[in-house]
């Protein structure tokens, strides 16, 4: 089968199934593995987006993969495929060593096709890609669908003439060009975002329904997730997703939304396949009293079988969570809390009220029917000393305690790890914020992903918290949270035993893999090998329980027969996209970008 273009997802690590060792909790509280094969959901848009215009686009996540089975093969599965280009995101910065390894691979096995890079961290470090024989073009910015259609029109007709392409670093030759980030569009309402329209009728068009998997154990549990916003109204310190990022990094100074209508019309389609989880990306909130008011007014017409889990990025007064429960049968809420201490809250910018306000939010979500409530705190920020790390806990059975021990309400804590976020406050200004970084440049990142244990992958300290007081106070909280859930029955006694038990085995693996790095350099492989095999089950889930951060559903999809009719519907309205390409053969070249949605321009 010939493709036009073919998206592929790395592995952190490319070659992690022989040379993984103690990743430890650098995961634990998303939903993919330490090798993060959860690829971004803007691949899923890109192909989308091409694939109106009559282009054949197939997503392939190497990652999920390699993880399902130690036999699959990457090169046998690359080497026989006939594509135009092919195109690997760098969204995450833990995807800088697996990304370039894969690309180099892809390179060997087909010399002549073009390689596109694209994603958040590829933006950030264009000119360092561009320099990699590997790779001819990286899209820049954080809406690259219509600029992957014009380079693939390029392409196509064998067009070298790059200029006139925004946001695109390119290379021809000697000649390396960096056209300036020009488009940056207002809203999103002419994408799918997750493209789960395309993602299922690629199932069925080409024949594979374990090369798109997002994640390993989607099919267990097939969560969805809706995005609302790219970039952001927050300007927290830590985050490469921040206000100021974005308008250094993808030229955005803006939020550009996706309407209401627009995401319900989303949800619905989502419900007619899946009966789990809908994730909703980013604080509603962010679009305003109206958007809010529109969009639940929108969810509660439908009545969404569904559960629905929100983000709150600040504090929510009662009647958001009474509209919230007026509109969906079934919610649950995520709060990045971070930490207790409300000055680093308000240093850093994530939740910046008081406590009481905290637990006034957390008591309205539990009084208007919230089925779940996930708070987490972390291991790193800004500002904070080892003492508060611990106290996190404390704080914990307080809220406990004044929300009535409810036992809806659960909690995690977990390191800011492994990377501080590029273009972050906090690493672009890390002295003022408090940070001493390790990490520079891209290789700076590809060789610490790859070092033995997560300590040593850290690419910062601060200056109350050493790499040895990130880790040991990581573990050191994780335990008191862990005698916490059990005092108040929010684990029984053998998750207590398995969480304590890894974290025990975790601590002594640390020091052990720094007794090996401070031998002669030529026996680190030998005794690192011997370790290597005996701490694969402390990689997951190494601070909390396994199902802790699932949702309870009771029925993951939709019947049969509404899965046989979504997909028949996708395939037609396929042939039906292909004869209206058919009949005007232009269409794709004579396509153009609309300057009204180019923010930087106007």
Same mark, same amino acid.
């Given at each position: ?18 040379? #993984?060792?103690?990743?430890? =909790? ?10 993060? /094969? ?11 987006? !091409? ?52 690309? +180099? ?23 360092? !890609?561009? /320099? ?33 392409? =925004? ?20 809203? $999103? ?15 069925? +068009? ?15 549990? =097939? ?30 100074? #803006? ?34 009293? %109206? ?7 929108? !969810? ?33 809420? %995520?709060?990045? $809390?971070?930490?207790?201490?409300? +000055? ?22 539990? @009084? ?49 790890? =492994? ?17 001493? @970084? ?22 910062? /300290? ?22 916490? @859930? ?14 304590? *038990? ?9 020091? +052990? ?37 699932? *949702?309870?559903?009771? @029925? ?12 028949? %519907? ?11 390409? #058919? ?20």
């Amino acid at each position: 089968m010939k493709y036009d273009l073919v998206l592929l997802h790395a592995p952190s690590v490319y070659d992690f199934r022989k040379n #993984s060792l103690l990743a430890g =909790p650098i995961s634990d509280v998303v939903p993919s593995s330490p090798v993060f /094969e959860m690829y971004p959901i803007g691949i899923t848009s890109i192909a989308e987006y !091409l694939e109106r215009y009559g282009l054949r686009v197939k997503i392939i996540n190497i990652a999920n993969r390699m993880l399902m089975s130690e036999k699959f093969d990457v090169e046998k599965k690359l080497r026989n495929i006939k594509t135009k280009a092919f195109g690997i995101d760098l969204h995450w910065l833990p995807h800088a060593h697996g990304s370039i390894e894969l690309a +180099k691979i892809v390179k060997k096995l087909h010399p002549d096709v073009p390689m596109i890079f694209g994603g958040l961290s590829a933006t950030y470090y264009h000119k360092e !890609l561009i /320099e990699y024989p590997c790779i001819d073009f990286v899209l820049r910015g954080d809406s690259t669908e219509k600029l992957t259609l014009l380079l693939m029109n390029k392409i196509e007709t064998g067009n070298t003439h790059y200029v006139d392409i =925004p946001n695109l670093t390119w290379k021809k030759g000697t000649d390396v060009g960096y056209n300036p980030i020009t488009y940056v569009p207002k809203d $999103l309402d002419d994408l799918d975002v997750p493209g789960y329209r395309y993602a299922v009728r690629s199932v069925f +068009k080409y024949r594979n329904f374990l090369d798109p998997l997002p994640y390993n154990g989607w099919l267990q549990y =097939p969560n969805t997730a809706l995005l609302t916003a790219r970039g952001c109204s927050q300007n927290c310190l830590i985050c490469g997703g921040s206000k100021d990022a974005y308008d250094q990094n993808c030229g955005r100074s #803006s939020l550009a939304l996706r309407s209401p209508e627009k995401l319900i019309e989303d949800i619905k389609f989502i419900s007619r396949f899946s009966r789990a989880p809908i994730f909703i990306l980013h604080d509603l909130r962010q679009g305003g009293r %109206e958007y809010v008011k529109e969009f639940f007014s929108r !969810l509660k017409a439908i009545n969404l079988k569904n559960e629905v889990v929100f983000e709150l990025f600040q504090y929510a007064d009662e009647e958001f969570f009474q509209q919230m429960n007026d509109s969906v049968p079934n919610y649950s809420i %995520e709060i990045t $809390l971070e930490t207790h201490d409300e +000055k680093i809250r308000r240093y850093n910018g994530k939740f910046n009220c008081t406590n009481p306000k905290v637990i006034d939010t957390l008591n309205f979500a539990l @009084k208007h029917g919230c089925k779940k409530i996930d708070l987490f705190f972390m291991v790193g920020i800004p500002g904070q000393t080892y003492a508060s790390v611990l106290e996190n806990i404390d704080f914990c059975e307080t809220i406990h305690l004044a929300c009535n021990q409810d036992k809806r309400i659960f909690y995690f804590v977990a390191p800011l790890a =492994p990377f501080l976020d590029p273009a972050s406050p906090a690493f672009e200004h890390p002295e003022i914020h408090g940070y001493k @970084k390790f990490c520079h440049t891209l290789e700076d990142h590809r060789e610490a992903i790859k070092q033995p244990s997560w300590k040593h992958m850290l690419s910062y /300290e601060t200056k109350d918290l050493s790499r040895d007081d990130i880790v040991n106070s990581t573990y050191e909280s994780a335990q008191l949270l862990n005698e916490f @859930k059990l005092k108040y029955g929010l684990i029984d006694q053998a998750g207590y035993d398995d969480i304590k *038990w890894k974290i025990e085995k975790s601590v002594d693996y640390i020091e +052990k893999i720094d007794r090996v790095l401070a031998l002669p350099k030529e026996q680190h492989a030998a005794e690192l090998e011997k370790i290597r095999k005996e701490v694969q089950q402390l990689n997951e889930y190494s601070i909390c329980g396994k199902n802790e951060l699932k *949702w309870e559903v009771q @029925k993951n999809y939709a019947n049969f027969f509404s899965l046989a009719m979504v997909g028949l %519907e996708q395939l037609y309205l396929e042939y039906a996209n292909k004869v209206k390409i #058919s009949l005007r053969p232009q269409i794709r070249h004579q396509f153009k970008l609309d300057p009204e949605h180019n923010e930087a321009e106007s």
